[in-house]
């Protein structure tokens, strides 16, 4: 209800006044969040701040105390699993395979919503699979295991499995933890194909603040369970909200390259740089 | 622009994708399944031993002279009215119940192992197995008093009690280890003291009972095919034909189960719903197969082991390990019986003498495979 409308079209999956708990531990108080139709949204937060939390809630992973997720117009509770699933594929923060399963087998799996008992597999199946592993550049590792694989090959599997669910939503729980530089712009260029020419609309949780920026059209800033900041990168990534969300004295340029807010944080024995306060140089990217 | 579900080569696709994948589906009318050439080999394989084994229960597991060509006469309808009674009422009873018996341990022990995301997860670790012990046990020591089981409570009480019992330990297990789901460490376990447990209650009722109970005690608890009859044969063909094809069908939610309780959920699986379900029918299929023959040890930890890795596969497969359960089964039967004639050993006794070595190397031997 108070969710402000967003930009990019109609609203495809929606948080209304959410509580989120594990237990008796509240993380989140009536939540308020939105996700534009073709968009990539990055949410941003301290550790901690109830990211993961609000992307399992969306995901179908945690319920809900209070409130109510909303997916294209039904409650998603009303909505039945299998077919949540045709619609909103979520790849966990820390998913694990059974050890020794080939890709093409974890990737066949992400097929679960689109089966039956008497349509176990079908060429239908098979094409989806197929499809989704050379989006991921990965149809040439379809016979090792998981094992064999490379921190980022394993990311991009995991990626094809989701992929595999052929749904329109896909929600990413920091999709490029543990990799290094190379493999997370990687993974997020494949995020970005995967948006701009095959229409996915998108939402991750994502540590790194530049690459947030650089990547995805609407960031989401969360502290402490609450929404802080929603809004372009332009918007969002201010010195005094990064102050205010993450504590921390930043000065914010534009990206050389892409042109995007760039954070560079400032310690407490830097001096005070003149450009810290100053808004980020250039617009959005196109 | 995907074409309905006839392409499996279609010329007209851009020629990676599909082309490029070797996952064939295998087409029957409306239905289709994967179709994994290694798999269906092993299957068939399997098939053909467990045919042989029961053939080879029906020739001779006994000391009467009634060979192969009588035997084939019997089945066809001919032979002496005592021909007939040795294959009809001794042997087949016991080669069907062996054989049904080790389907269900090897079915429970794959679904278990599964959903335990643990190999070490199977009847006799979960206690089931021993539960249903302490409730055979019991009927047969307190139930008997001095003169022993007798009628009703020799027919129905005994395997009563099993069910029962198995059923107790199961609910145990599961409902101590429950905490907002199922943990597979909590859950082995919980699961490892409750067998003790049961398994000290029952030496206990059998040491604190007269000899004579405890000897018949004894041979149940080792697990044996003696006894098997039509009764016992026909309960558990009739049940393991509702759990069997139940098992099966919930079997279809293992792969995205095995992917961890969040990844499931992702992919529209009601996980604790189809957890709950899992156990219940493994559950069940251990009691029945308990009830009919004692527990047999082994077979249900060490049948979908073998077959996971005799199909190359990355979780025990259901159907397989059914299979390898039932041949493995009939196999150690026939051995216990014959190796040390005339004195029959219980099965129980060399399910574990023959299945533990061929683990072992299969063990070793991928381990040299590099895929853990």
Redo the contacts between chains.
Sequence with gaps: MTSEPPTGGPERLRAERVTLAY?DNVISHELDFAVADREVTAIIGPNGCGKSTLL?AL???LRPDAGRIVLDGRPIRSV???????T??????S????????V???V???R??H?S???????????????A??LTGM?DC??R?L??LSGGQRQRAWISM?LA?ETDLLLLDEPTTFLDLAHQIEVLDLVRELNERHGRTVVMVLHDLNLAARYSHRLVAMSRGAVRAAGTAEEVLTPDLLAEVFGLRCAVIADPVSGTPLVVPVSAHDPVPDTAGSPAASPSEG | MSAPARTRRSPARPPRSADALNRPALRIGPASWPWRPRAALVCLAVTVLLAAAFLRALVAFDSADVGLAEVTAVLLGGGDPGQRFIVWELRMPRALTGALVGAALGLSGAILQSVARNPLASPDTLGIGWGAAIGAVAVIVLGGSAGGVSGAAAQFGVPAGAIAGGLAAALAVFGLSWRSGVHSNRLLLVGIAVSLTCANLVYWLMTWTDLDSAARAQTWVTGSLHAADWDRAGAAAVTLAVLIPAALAAGRALGALGLGDDAARGLGVRVDAARLVLLAVSALLVCVATSAAGPINFVALAAPQIAMRLCRAAQPPPAASMLLGGALTLVADQLAAGLFAPTQLPVGVFTAVLGAPYLMYLIVLRHREARL
């Design positions: 237990g399992r995901g179908r992973l039945p699993p299998r077919e949540a699933a045709r909103v594929a979520v790849l966990p923060q998913p694990q395979a059974p050890p020794g399963l080939a093409a087998d974890l066949a799996r992400g679960h919503p089966q008992w008497y349509r176990q597999w079908s060429g239908t199946d098979q094409e989806a699979v197929a499809r592993l050379e149809l379809a016979e295991t094992e064999q989701a669910q």
